[in-house]
């Protein structure tokens, strides 16, 4: 080993299989697994009493934390035990008992972008995708076929249905059961229905958006849930946009299979028995 560059420390009680790829500088805990056909590449870190399965490609940087199984098993009647894969990437954050399952599908894949934090007690199902820099705060739970967007946060004890997607830079409340999709640069909160809050403003200030950007999507949300006409049809004028992003938020209701979450006063006249939800 050269001068300079980083040592692997495997502790005397973990348990390797034969075959594991495992780069520079990789450190793996006391008591912890890794399967035959993992992959932890340069810099990875595993605390004590980790679990990786061999479907697992775990990227550069990352640290698992203790309790934490990644590559487990669907939890899906479908899947009959055919190979697929997990695939993590750089720099990303796994907190305690975090679990993570493979896809479900011959050659599918789980997939966790560059730079993503799961706090402690998350779980993300079988096929979903997490984009890059999302964060999953404590007991967020992820059904299956889920999709993430970049920067989304998920706050604490929320859920995501099965085939729901969350958009970029959304913000979903504590304890939120989202069953809709949620489109980007907003804020949802609630549950029976999830409804839109308002734009995020915070969140695309920090991520460095101008003015006249914040301005346009906050525009393009409020008027995609105040219409009086459908939101497919709103989203279809919003894709003339000179803006990216509003022509982004067109093209993520546009493409939604579950329908979009509800707007407030419709979740309002639902709390009253008054309307069915969009």
């Not at 008591?31 to 993992?38: D, K, T």
């Not at 007991?139 to 729901?164: D, K, P, T, Y």
């Not at 909160?189 to 695309?204: D, L, S």
Request: net charge neutral; with cysteine.
């Amino acid at each position: 080993m050269s001068i300079g560059e980083p040592e692997t420390s495997i502790h005397a009680t973990a348990v390797v299989g034969d075959g594991v790829e495992i780069g520079r500088g990789v450190t793996i805990g006391p008591y912890s697994i890794v399967e035959s056909g993992a992959i932890l590449r340069d810099g990875c870190r595993l605390d004590a009493h980790v679990h990786v399965h061999g479907c697992a490609d775990v990227g550069e940087g990352t640290t698992i934390r203790s309790g934490s199984v990644v590559g487990g098993e669907p939890q899906d009647f479908k899947y009959k035990g055919e190979t697929s894969r997990l695939r993590i990437g750089k720099r990303c954050r796994l907190h305690e008992c975090v679990t993570i399952n493979r896809a479900t599908g011959e050659g599918c894949e789980t997939v966790v972008g560059d730079e993503v934090m799961f706090m402690a007690g998350t779980h993300v199902g079988h096929n979903c995708v997490i984009d890059n820099g999302a964060t999953l705060v404590n007991g967020v739970m992820l059904g299956g076929h889920c999709h993430i967007g970049e920067r989304a946060l998920l706050s604490g004890n929320s859920a995501v249905h099965q085939f729901c997607r969350v958009g970029r830079l959304t913000l979903v409340g504590g304890a939120c059961m989202v069953t809709k999709d949620a489109p980007p640069f907003s804020i949802v909160v609630g549950q029976y229905p999830v409804h839109w809050r308002a734009p995020n403003t915070i969140g695309m200030r920090r991520a460095g958006f101008t003015t006249d950007q914040r301005s346009a999507i906050r525009r393009a949300l409020f008027q995609l849930f105040r219409t009086k006409d459908s939101r497919r049809e709103e989203a279809e004028r919003l894709l003339a946009s000179p803006h990216s992003e509003v022509v982004e938020i067109a093209r993520f209701v546009l493409d939604s299979e579950r329908g979009i979450c509800a707007s407030p006063d419709m979740a309002r006249n639902r709390a009253g028995g008054d309307a069915s939800e969009d």
